[in-house]
T-cell receptor, first 114, second 112 residues
Framework: DTAVSQTPKYLVTQMGNDKSIKCEQN?????MYWYKQDSKKFLKIMFS???????INETVPNRFSPKSPDKAHLNLHINSLELGDSAVYFC?????????????FGSGTQLSVL | GENVEQHPSTLSVQEGDSAVIKCTYS??????FPWYKQELGKRPQLIID?????GEKKDQRIAVTLNKTAKHFSLHITETQPEDSAVYFC???????????FGSGTQLTVLP
């Protein structure tokens, strides 16, 4: 009963393809995120959704489109994949406003663009 | 925006010794400072956090200290064990986990 789960764990694809990564959380949190971790391990926020509404959209190419069908799910769709998109993508969730709010990460998706 | 700097980038200690990792931040409005541990191939996991109404927090062998005036905070691990080997990240944010800025990470290696 993983709290934040994402699929697939590994994704290998060719340049120019379109791919999606799915994320689900069963913690009842109202906010979900996508983070990108590059080859130097640097973690950077990409998007944040609160109750299905986009609240943070960092400087990310518009080839990346998050979609939140409900507050327990946040999927990431990537169009026209490029070599530089290769990274580990982490989904995360938190309950914003909770007295002891904490950020929980999913297990990550290793994306390799060939 | 917030800028978080973390040092050192790599740290090797002998088993049983202490390890200290330091971070500085730029946004004086930041008041939430979590630390994450990431083992190889795994997700970052929260190990301890501190909010700016306290200066120090301990949890067994792990402690975090915060100096708001100087805008820096540190992670202290005592009696290190091989299983402490991992990448450790500090982060800073305004009041919540909503928009955390992460440091660049410290690869800690505990030598048996």
């Amino acid at each position: 009963d993983t709290a934040v789960s994402q699929t697939p764990k590994y994704l290998v694809t060719q340049m120019g393809n379109d791919k999606s990564i799915k994320c689900e959380q069963n913690l009842g949190h109202d906010t979900m995120y996508w983070y990108k971790q590059d080859s130097k391990k640097f973690l950077k926020i990409m998007f944040s959704y609160n109750n299905k509404e986009l609240i943070i959209n960092e400087t990310v190419p518009n080839r990346f489109s998050p979609k939140s069908p409900d507050k327990a799910h946040l999927n990431l769709h990537i169009n026209s994949l490029e070599l530089g998109d290769s990274a580990v993508y982490f989904c995360a969730s938190s309950q914003v406003g909770a007295a002891n709010e904490k950020l929980f990460f999913g297990s990550g998706t290793q994306l390799s663009v060939l | 925006g917030e800028n978080v700097e973390q040092h050192p980038s790599t740290l090797s200690v002998q088993e049983g010794d202490s390890a200290v990792i330091k971070c500085t931040y730029s946004d004086s409005a930041s008041n939430y400072f979590p630390w994450y541990k990431q083992e190889l191939g795994k997700r970052p996991q929260l190990i301890i956090d501190i909010r700016s109404n306290v200066g120090e927090k301990k949890d067994q062998r792990i402690a975090v200290t915060l100096n708001k005036t100087a805008k820096h905070f540190s992670l202290h691990i005592t009696e290190t064990q091989p299983e402490d080997s991992a990448v450790y990240f500090c982060a800073a944010g305004r009041g919540s986990a909503r928009q955390l800025t992460f440091g660049s990470g410290t690869q800690l290696t505990v030598l048996p």
